[in-house]
């Protein structure tokens, strides 16, 4: 069992997103940290991209803000590295997962890429421009790796949804919403019509993002899938709040994990 199955292992996930490097790495290393004190299952850490397609304008200001500030992959790798083995507070055990671009991952070396991700403790990748038919180039190298190609489905996604899912490692992420990333009063589509066709063919689990923002939202997604995905409102945090983030952040996660950790027991729909 991967270190990312695990993170579902014992119920409901919730999986807080962050992009690295804005305001700070700094800050973003104190916003890690105080995700996982909050009851984070896994986290998603951004590696920031000049042309972030699938971001709404929230994270797409946060990769903005991060370039401009000069991070680097090889930050975002010596981050996590620290973040691993306890440098400067105590170490961090939650799965890591990377949300990246093709383009990160072929101007590094695709195989350089995944060993000094490994290498540094990261669990897995995410690529949303990387259609699934044409994924075995990233899914190959990051399987030796031992690192999970983490697939994505969407409501346009259709007959192909099992196909993804047979194949797929670590989680299945599945987008609420068409567009792109960012907070939405309320979420239409049938996620849990996805959700059943993941599980007609495959037991990975199946974590729902895209729009989410409040523990209403959080909680009734859980429901119907293994866990909930939130990116925009914790950037949203971390634009207003810049270094004093953290403790917001903390606060935030903190709320947001409760409402998926306890929609364990409760029933879908209620």
Known sequence: MSNIA????????FIPFITAGDPSV?????????????????????????????????????NERALAGGVTTDDVFAMVARLREGEGGPAVRVPFVFMTYANVVFSYGVERF?????????DGL???????????????????????????????????IRTIAREASGFVYVVSSLGVT???????????????????????????GFGISTPEQARSMAQVADGAIVGSAIMKIVAARGAQAPVEVEAYVSRMAQAVHGASDATPGV
């Open 6 to 13: 695990r993170a579902f292992q014992d119920g409901k996930a």
């Open 26 to 62: 700094a800050v973003t290393e104190e916003c890690i940290r105080a995700m996982a004190r909050a009851g984070a299952d896994l986290i998603e850490i951004g590696i920031p991209f000049s042309d972030p397609t699938a971001e709404g304008p929230v994270i797409m200001a946060a």
């Open 114 to 122: 995944m060993e000094r991700a490994a290498q540094a403790g990261v």
């Open 126 to 160: 995410i690529l949303p421009d990387v259609p699934f038919e044409e994924r075995g180039e990233f899914a190959d190298p990051a399987q030796q790796c031992g690192l999970d190609l983490v697939s994505m489905v969407a409501p346009t996604s259709k007959d192909r």
């Open 182 to 208: 960012g907070m939405r009063s309320e979420i239409t589509t049938d996620v849990g019509e996805l959700v059943s066709h993941i599980r007609e063919v495959s037991d990975v689990p199946a974590a729902i």
